[in-house]
């Protein structure tokens, strides 16, 4: 980076620049690197120094059935609008590579709206519409709307995929006497599958982390993790919170290794 | 072979255009097929996502509580000029639909929706209303209504009726914009004391800028290490943006809670490194509001800006300075022009974000810090004004459609990815 004749006024600016970029990505951990200690803290108090080291809030977050029916409703809701979007967010990914057609612009924008829409407005949206079909504060309601927030993901990180593919695969397939489903799932899926499964990721992680829909729409059965850490961060934050954040770092921890794992694979494909 | 040949064509030319036909049928028959694929997501956004917001945002001109409670006045109202005070045939029109509306209890809705137009009209309605109820008037003509509430001799109330009485209404959306249809039908700005909205649309538009002028000032630099960096760092810095940018947004905010509280982390170093005697009011004030989104929109800025710089070749800056030019010319001059189209794709990606924000500036903010977003979750689930509650979301949604657009055409020209 630096050249070995450079000026000392230079060297001096070179490191100025390399301390806010080190002070930068030190902002962007810490926090998250901080919260952890201090789930194993014994104590309730939420500072530094810690008072010595417990399992007590692991514990108590373990066997509280409110936390416990919150992650079964995280996981639960999470995973079926997961699979709902990355099954219809596939299919309209393929359409949109296979041909061009009039207004095919407007129909992408509009298949990808749900993530630009600011949540609030998706959520009010929601919100009146359900009351009107009879869907707030059920879990047809909630999946469904995480389906609608997470398709676009999938839309676009298997179109990425598809950019890449060699559609005389496809036709090679077909010639050969191979009808669609097997020309998907025998040829087609396998090469684009880690652009699926990242897609899929993404949905599930949005759904997961989704809480502005769910404080409206959902109904005290519903509740999902963020919903319950909102109302713990707005009450009174005590100690199960940070052991709740703790495993979802973990978590976050998991998709990121799953991610680059599957990042390389394509690179390697 | 082919029936749509035409029979006196020359065989070479009839298989010409067979050949055409053919492959236009083809190209439709994938058409229809690439249709096929799309329409289920098509279909399911449509309905669960764009008709939902359609149906929200008709509500910010949708007028329906007077029409439906009170069928009579909306009609007989339209005869009287706005002169004086209404004829007797309004007045008995009104008093029949107070009294049934008081009977099915609808006479609350009235007096709300009439409430936001002239304050104080919610307690005169239903007072009149209940009065009526009791006991109906004879001869339900202007002195009826004196009896009742002595403010009906107000022209201003009347002026409210007859404006609350049409199916479509501005009132929302004017008020979404501190602006209201006074008594001679003109529009001016609200009084003072009430105009709150406009502030609250440029103080959004202010954090925002704020939020996405700091991500760029520390993204920068940082997107700048990661993309020179040797190898073996790279990947381990990298973990630094990604694991942010994966971790659940409520672990952030709750992480910046915890360090920003009075006796938090970030005040007992700095009090410990004797910066500072007493500590700082950062949480539920705008310092924690602005540091909050930063750290969650810096991977937005980031990713774009690393993923632009990766691909600048040095061999332009080794160019410039073999040239004669000094390094600090050389990076601005040179390097600096290179990533603009990742300062631009970033920073917007960033403030649109930043805009309709709501859950950080509602945990970590004080009631002076909320944004848009925050005001229109306050109008559907507090006040339960619904109307106001869509004029400000459609204020917000032409806000972020804005800026997308201009983000779609900075990213189509220059072909800037995400990641």
Not at chain 2, 285 to 299: D, E, Q, S
């Given at each position: 980076m630096l050249q070995p004749y450079a000026s000392t006024g230079l060297k001096i600016w070179h490191y100025t620049f390399l301390v806010i970029a080190g002070l930068g990505l030190v902002f962007l951990i810490l926090p998250i690197l901080v919260i952890i200690p201090l789930s194993f803290n014994s104590t309730s108090f939420l500072s530094y120094p810690l008072t010595g080291f417990s399992l007590r809030w692991y514990e108590e977050v373990f066997s509280s059935a409110v936390w416990g029916l919150a992650i079964k409703n995280s996981l639960l809701i999470g995973s079926a609008s997961a699979f709902l979007a990355t099954v219809l967010g596939t299919m309209a990914a393929m359409g949109l590579t296979r041909a061009n057609f009039r207004g095919k612009a407007v129909v992408n924008a509009m298949l990808i709206s749900p993530m630009i829409v600011p949540v609030i407005i998706s959520a009010l949206g929601l919100y009146f519409f359900f009351a009107e079909v009879g869907l707030n504060a059920t879990y047809t309601g909630l999946i469904l709307a995480h389906t609608a927030l997470g398709a676009p993901f999938v839309v676009i990180t298997v179109t990425a995929t598809l950019q890449g593919f060699d559609h005389n695969l496809m036709r090679a397939a077909s010639s050969l006497g191979a009808n669609p489903w097997t020309v998907f799932f025998a040829v087609v899926l396998p090469l684009i599958l880690p652009g699926v499964v990242s897609g899929a990721l993404f949905a599930f992680a949005t759904s997961f982390d989704e809480v502005v829909v769910v404080l409206f729409s959902a109904g005290p059965e519903q509740r999902t993790l963020p919903r319950q850490m909102f109302d713990g961060i707005k009450e009174n934050i005590t100690p199960a919170i940070t052991v709740v954040a703790t495993l979802l770092i973990m978590f976050a921890l998991a998709m990121l290794g799953m991610l680059e794992y599957l990042r390389r694979r394509n690179e390697r494909l | 072979m082919d029936q749509t040949a035409p029979i006196t064509?020359?065989?070479?030319?009839?298989?010409?255009?067979?050949?055409?036909?053919?492959?236009?049928?083809?190209?439709?028959?994938?058409?229809?097929?690439?249709?096929?694929?799309?329409?289920?997501?098509?279909?399911?956004?449509?309905?669960?996502?764009?008709?939902?917001?359609?149906?929200?945002?008709?509500?910010?001109?949708?007028?329906?509580?007077?029409?439906?409670?009170?069928?009579?006045?909306?009609?007989?109202?339209?005869?009287?000029?706005?002169?004086?005070?209404?004829?007797?045939?309004?007045?008995?029109?009104?008093?029949?639909?107070?009294?049934?509306?008081?009977?099915?209890?609808?006479?609350?809705?009235?007096?709300?929706?009439?409430?936001?137009?002239?304050?104080?009209?919610?307690?005169?309605?239903?007072?009149?209303?209940?009065?009526?109820?009791?006991?109906?008037?004879?001869?339900?003509n202007l002195d009826a209504f004196l009896k009742a509430d002595k403010r009906w001799s107000d022209v201003k109330y009347w002026h409210a009726i007859k404006r609350a009485s049409d199916s479509m209404t501005p009132f929302y959306i004017l008020a979404s914009i501190d602006r209201q249809v006074i008594d001679n039908g003109e529009i001016e700005r609200v009084p003072e004391n009430q105009a709150i909205y406009v502030n609250i649309f440029w103080r959004t538009l202010w954090i925002a800028g704020i939020v996405t002028l700091s991500c760029l000032l520390i993204g920068f630099p940082v997107a700048y290490l990661l993309a020179n960096a040797p190898a073996k760092w790279a990947n381990p810095l990298m973990i630094c943006v990604l694991l942010p940018f994966w971790t659940s947004l409520m672990v952030r905010?709750?992480?910046?809670?915890?360090?920003?509280?009075?006796?938090?982390?970030?005040?007992?170093?700095?009090?410990?490194?004797?910066?500072?005697?007493?500590?700082?009011?950062?949480?539920?004030?705008?310092?924690?509001?602005?540091?909050?989104?930063?750290?969650?929109?810096?991977?937005?800025?980031?990713?774009?800006?690393?993923?632009?710089?990766?691909?600048?070749?040095?061999?332009?800056?080794?160019?410039?300075?073999?040239?004669?030019?000094?390094?600090?010319?050389a990076f601005i001059r040179v390097y600096l022009p290179q990533t603009l189209p990742g300062i631009g794709a970033g920073g917007i990606l960033a403030f649109i974000l930043a805009v309709g924000y709501y859950i950080t500036p509602a945990l970590i903010g004080g009631p002076k810090d909320q944004m848009l977003s925050y005001f229109i979750a306050y109008h559907a689930d507090s006040t339960l004004n619904w109307g106001m509650a869509s004029?400000?979301?459609?204020?917000?949604?032409?806000?972020?459609?804005?800026?997308?657009?201009?983000?779609?055409?900075?990213?189509?020209a220059t072909g800037v990815k995400m990641g």
């Open positions: - | 064509a020359p065989e070479g030319i009839a298989d010409d255009i067979s050949l055409k036909v053919k492959l236009r049928r083809a190209e439709r028959k994938r058409k229809l097929h690439a249709m096929a694929l799309i329409a289920p997501l098509f279909i399911f956004t449509l309905s669960i996502f764009i008709i939902p917001i359609g149906l929200m945002l008709w509500r910010s001109v949708d007028n329906p509580e007077l029409i439906t409670y009170m069928p009579r006045t909306v009609i007989e109202i339209q005869n009287w000029s706005g002169e004086g005070l209404p004829d007797d045939v309004v007045l008995g029109a009104m008093a029949l639909d107070l009294r049934e509306a008081y009977k099915a209890k609808k006479v609350a809705m009235v007096g709300k929706r009439l409430n936001y137009d002239v304050s104080g009209m919610r307690s005169l309605i239903m007072r009149t209303a209940r009065k009526f109820n009791r006991q109906f008037p004879d001869q339900p905010t709750s992480a910046w809670v915890v360090l920003l509280q009075k006796n938090g982390l970030i005040n007992s170093t700095l009090q410990g490194v004797g910066v500072i005697d007493d500590p700082l009011t950062l949480l539920f004030a705008r310092p924690g509001v602005y540091i909050g989104l930063v750290h969650i929109l810096l991977p937005f800025v980031i990713l774009p800006l690393y993923s632009v710089m990766k691909s600048i070749s040095p061999i332009y800056v080794r160019a410039a300075e073999s040239l004669g030019a000094h390094p600090a010319v004029a400000l979301g459609m204020m917000l949604l032409a806000t972020t459609m804005i800026l997308f657009s201009i983000y779609n055409r900075l990213t189509n």
